[in-house]
């Protein structure tokens, strides 16, 4: 399995909270994804990163800021916690980025976030 | 916008049986790839096929390209309870990194 460790798992916070959830990879891959799953959704893609300090939006990018000051980190942060984040977000890594035709996802165990 | 819808929602069979899902898009694309998702778990790759290619195999799995039609096709041979999970297509639609589009996948049951 990769090595990509999520955290916190299971989180249960109150609107208007600032929210930041965590993922580490310790398989030195250039580009990690932030993912957010909802029912009759599917997946959407929040932000992305393509190296150190290169991020770019998503799909669903509002209301959600990125950073990632090291190879193996990426955090994804919610300013202002709304009840329309309450989610499953998953974190995924890519050796090569997947415009290439070898660009598959390993993604993480996922984060459930709950907004009261 | 969703691209890549998978067929049926949800499907139900007898462990032994043939499971078979499809996964429609619209625009074309670079590549097409399959997932799978167990419950409360992250996905997992399953296989990758490109633009060019009609069909590939791994292990029971045989996965299907037509682009003329926008469609893709997943075939699980002898299926097992194992085999329970919710399955995803995604597409690449460009050379960039912006990640995949998933459809909203398809749960497949397998009956002891």
């Known amino acids: 399995d990769a090595g990509i460790t999520q955290s916190p798992r299971h989180k249960v916070t109150e609107t208007g909270t600032p929210v930041t959830l965590r993922c580490h990879q310790t398989?030195?891959?250039?580009?990690m994804y932030w993912y957010r799953q909802d029912p009759g959704h599917g997946l959407r893609l929040i932000h992305y990163?393509?190296?150190?300090?290169?991020?770019d939006k998503g799909e669903v990018s509002d209301g959600y800021s990125v950073s990632r000051s090291k190879t193996e980190d990426f955090l994804l942060t919610l300013e202002s916690a709304t009840s329309s984040q309450t989610s499953v977000y998953f974190c995924?890594?890519?050796?090569?980025?997947?415009?290439?035709?070898?660009?598959?996802?390993?993604f993480g165990e996922g984060s459930r976030l709950t907004v009261l | 916008s969703q691209q890549g819808e998978e067929d049926p929602q949800a499907l139900s069979i007898q462990e032994g049986e043939n499971a078979t899902m499809n996964c429609s898009y619209k625009t074309s694309i670079n590549n097409l790839q399959w997932y799978r998702q167990n419950s409360g778990r992250g996905l997992v790759h399953l296989i990758l096929i490109r633009s060019n290619e009609r069909e590939k195999h791994s292990g029971r799995l045989r996965v299907t390209l037509d682009t003329s039609k926008k469609s893709s096709s997943l075939l699980i041979t002898a299926s097992r309870a194992a085999d329970t999970a919710s399955y995803f297509c995604a597409k690449v639609t460009g050379g960039g990194a912006d990640g995949l589009t998933f459809g909203k996948g398809t749960h497949l049951i397998i009956q002891p």
């Open positions: 995924a890594i890519s050796e090569r980025g997947t415009g290439a035709n070898t660009g598959e996802l390993f």
């Open positions: 398989e030195n891959h250039r580009y």
């Open positions: 990163s393509y190296g150190v300090k290169d991020t």
